[in-house]
């Protein structure tokens, strides 16, 4: 009886929370789809409902190919969390440049997910990227205008297989006043039945 009051009072006080996951899955993909001329933003619109928040996230790259190497013989792709409300995949001219393209953004609009090498041409690499609590934060914040974006910068030239998003909203539902009141009304005459019935079994 007493574990049910507890879970009755914390029902009643704290609400309860729902999750959704949703994977997509960005139109980057196939035969030389990121070229090291370029650098490539891929703008998401996320709806966030009133208490909802992204609770986790990840960025998953699925057989990624270097197919062409710098000098070194080497290859570098960087992808980053950027504040932007463009929607969709563009593309921007990067002249081949070395290093990463959204770098010179100012700070507070861009956030580095990180840089993978491959260390020869046809390497094929796959692994994701899991957001920590600062980059969930960063990516929340972001969301202010509904929308974010993922930029990737490769120095050389790669196939794709995949890229994908994955996020995790949860929406914290709090019960009402009124609601409240009634649940704990309940709990109190849960108690007081169960007191009369301890007296009872005590004589």
């Known amino acids: 009886m007493k574990k049910i009051v507890i879970l ?30 370029s650098a490539y933003s891929w703008g998401i619109p996320v709806a966030l409902a009133p208490g909802q928040t992204i609770t986790s996230a990840s960025l998953s790259f699925s057989n990624i190919k270097l197919t062409a190497a710098n000098s070194s013989g080497k290859g570098i792709l960087y992808s980053d969390l950027i504040k932007s409300s463009v929607v969709g995949t563009h593309t921007y001219n990067d002249g081949d440049a070395a290093g990463d393209y959204f770098a010179a953004l100012p700070a507070a609009n861009i956030v580095s997910l990180g840089s993978k090498v491959f260390a020869s041409v046809g390497t094929t690499l796959s692994w994701v990227v899991n957001f920590s609590p600062s980059q969930l934060a960063s990516l929340n914040s972001f969301l202010t205008s509904g929308v974010f974006n993922i930029g990737f910068d490769p120095d050389c030239h790669y196939n794709v297989g995949a890229i994908c998003f ?29 007191r009369r019935k301890f007296a009872v079994a005590k004589k």
Request: glycine fraction near 8%.
């Open 166 to 194: 994955t996020y995790t909203t949860t929406t914290v539902n709090t019960p009402d006043a009124a609601t409240t009141v009634y649940v704990l009304g309940l709990v109190l005459l849960g108690l007081e039945a169960a």
């Open 8 to 37: 009755a009072v914390l029902a009643a006080s704290c609400g309860f929370a729902s999750a959704v996951t949703t994977t997509l899955t960005s139109s980057l993909q196939g035969t030389d789809a990121l070229s090291g001329e």
